[in-house]
């Protein structure tokens, strides 16, 4: 504990000392007005008003101190010339036995003195009749009982200066560990990477830290006192239950649950609700501890997506075998029954055939499911792909009156992998994106750089858009809305992207267009 802080409180207690005997004395005199036996202290009142003014104004404690023993003495001084009682000269000595509270030696003696010479001066020339009464004997008696109250006062100084000392290191200490351990608390409470949020009984927030600020995107002067929207309105009644069950001293710990920010995005939230109790056991708060785990369902997605594919790759090697061998004698007979020209069942055999070549193009997909390991990555230029490929279906663009814009704003990105399927991604992708628009309409590609390592390729149309549904299972195997698809080509794509460490996502809007955002790491020159 810092020294001026340890003097004010010392000051602080002298003076509520001083102002406790004014405001006594000053009841005893109107008491005792009516026999005029103690004046008035007007004096001391003023100046112990005074005091209690430069107190609040923070003066200096050393100056307060100075003149609180100024004032104790001097009101005492006071109260004995205005009356003749000899005994009034205690006061001198309660003075004495008052100032080792400061625990200063120099003050002690400086006192001493000067309360030896206030009696001497006192006796002398004020208590007159007392003085006619008494010889040098009692004099000096008298000083050397006042010199042995001196001492007593010293050594109730020391005892009282060890007393307090072990009172302030106790207190001291448990300050510093009130102040450490809510320091520890704030610093955990600040720095934490979880958001944390506590709210009161009324479901209003009362502290936030920086964490949730990132998070949800609040800031405290926007939410601090409100009741702010967290959860989504079609959870309400999920939250509501919750809010229940924590009233009713219950918690939840690590439960997932889909939580809104500011602007009205959700994400997936591992969140652990606990109520706070004071020491009486009552609940006067609540708390929230929130992490995102959007990128954790993301990348679980992923991994099933993967187990998945690997699983169909399996499946695919033993289909393609076992299929194509008896597939490819039945295709031979058909063959020859189709040179008959005359046969009755022309018809059907012409059927048949074209299912055999539905068959063995499903067949063919497949066996780009079961080939996984069959890459063999090479450097190439995306930018002489995606320029091939739009050279490719120009003829077909114009005919069917579809604009085409490019936006370049990245070049001569290489790419490391295998350019053959890179270029299956990319016709399946602008393939569709033709096929959505019926009459004529605009695509537009756009190549640009999201950071150090990664670039994106997004095919835009204004074409008939996807329904929710269709999107959230594209990817999924023998999934079509065409009559004549597959439903294995978008997921070849998404195979093929994952292997090259990149990602794809679809935005869709049905009757209005899609887009298709490829994102793709390149080798830095």
Not at 82 to 87: C, E, H, K, L, R
Not at 261 to 272: E, L, M, P, R, V
Not at 298 to 305: F, P, T, V
Not at 458 to 484: A, H, L, Q, R
Request: proline share 3%; hydrophobic share 45%.
């Amino acid at each position: 504990m810092k020294h001026s802080t340890i003097l004010r409180k010392r000051n602080q207690f002298v003076l509520f000392l001083f102002t406790a005997g004014t405001i006594i004395h000053a009841i005893i005199s109107i008491i005792g007005l009516l026999n005029y036996v103690v004046p008035f202290p007007l004096i001391t009142s003023i100046y112990c008003g005074l005091l209690l003014i430069l107190s609040a104004l923070h003066l200096n404690e050393y100056v307060m101190r100075t003149l609180l023993i100024i004032g104790l003495n001097g009101s005492n001084l006071i109260m004995i010339l205005q009356s003749d009682y000899i005994y009034h000269l205690i006061f001198l000595f309660l003075l004495l036995f008052l100032l080792p509270i400061y625990q200063s030696i120099w003050i002690n003696i400086t006192m001493i003195i000067i309360t030896i010479i206030q009696i001497i001066l006192l006796i002398e020339y004020h208590y007159l009749s007392f003085r006619g009464s008494i010889n040098d004997a009692d004099i000096t008696l008298f000083i050397l009982i006042l010199f042995f109250l001196g001492a007593i006062g010293i050594i109730q100084g020391f005892y009282i200066n060890y007393s307090w000392k072990k009172i302030e290191t106790h207190s001291d200490s448990l300050e510093k560990a009130f102040l450490s351990k809510e320091g520890y608390l704030n610093l955990f409470f600040e720095n934490a990477k979880d958001s944390i949020a506590v709210f009161d009984l009324e479901n209003k927030i009362i502290a936030i830290n920086p964490a949730f600020e990132k998070l949800y995107g609040w800031k405290p002067e926007e939410c601090i006192g409100k009741a702010i929207p967290l959860v989504p309105p079609e959870y309400v009644n999920a939250a509501v239950a919750r809010s229940n069950h924590l009233m009713n001293g219950g918690s939840f710990d690590l439960l997932e649950s889909k939580d809104m920010k500011k602007d009205g995005t959700y994400f997936d939230a591992q969140i652990t609700l606990s109520p706070i109790f004071d020491y009486d056991g009552e609940i006067i708060a609540t708390s929230i501890i929130t992490r995102d785990i959007s990128y954790k369902k993301e990348a679980e997605k992923l991994i099933i997506q993967s187990e998945k594919l690997k699983a169909i790759g399996e499946i695919a090697a033993g289909v393609a075998h076992e299929v194509r061998n008896p597939l490819t004698v039945i295709s031979g007979f058909v063959q020859m029954m189709n040179n008959d020209k005359n046969s009755p069942y022309a018809f059907y055999t012409n059927l048949i055939e074209s299912e055999i070549d539905r068959i063995n193009l499903i067949i063919g997909e497949f066996l780009v499911l079961s080939k996984p390991h069959a890459m063999q990555p090479k450097e190439f230029k995306i930018d002489k792909v995606i320029t091939d490929i739009l050279t490719l279906y120009r003829p077909e663009l114009q005919l069917r009156n579809i604009s085409l814009t490019e936006n370049w704003h990245a070049n001569d990105l290489t790419v490391k992998g295998d350019v053959n399927q890179i270029k299956q991604v990319f016709i399946n992708i602008i393939k569709n994106a033709v096929e959505a628009i019926e009459k004529e309409g605009d695509i537009i590609i756009t190549i640009d750089k999201t950071s150090n390592h990664f670039f994106t390729i997004c095919v835009t149309d204004n074409g008939s858009g996807m329904k929710k549904e269709v999107v959230e299972n594209i990817f999924k195997p023998f999934y079509t809305t065409k009559e004549t698809g597959t439903g294995l080509g978008m997921m070849i794509t998404e195979k093929i992207i994952l292997e090259h460490e990149g990602q794809i996502t679809i935005n869709s809007e049905y009757g209005k267009g899609s887009s298709i955002t490829i994102k793709l790491p390149y080798i830095k020159a």
